[in-house]
């Protein structure tokens, strides 16, 4: 299952910063893993950053490790 990092905006919507990144599954985009909803807009960045400084949500970057324990790289 493919996945992506969402951005979940603060107060000050897309022109302010970034509140959280999700995990979507490429399959409902529009939902983080956790259920927050995810605007259509949002900005998007590849899988492979989580874990990378981002300000993930926690929840979200849990239930990935269930589904993607390693990143693609590993595993072969």
Request: proline letters at 7%; charged letters at 20%.
């Amino acid at each position: 299952m493919a996945h992506q990092l969402r951005a979940e905006y603060g107060a000050g919507g897309p022109s302010g910063q970034v509140a959280r990144w999700h995990v979507v599954r490429s399959t409902d985009p529009s939902h983080g893993m956790c259920g927050a909803e995810i605007v259509a807009d949002a900005e998007t960045r590849p899988e492979s950053d989580w874990g990378t400084g981002l300000r993930s949500c926690q929840q979200c970057g849990s239930l990935y490790l269930h589904e993607a324990p390693f990143l693609p790289e590993d595993w072969a």
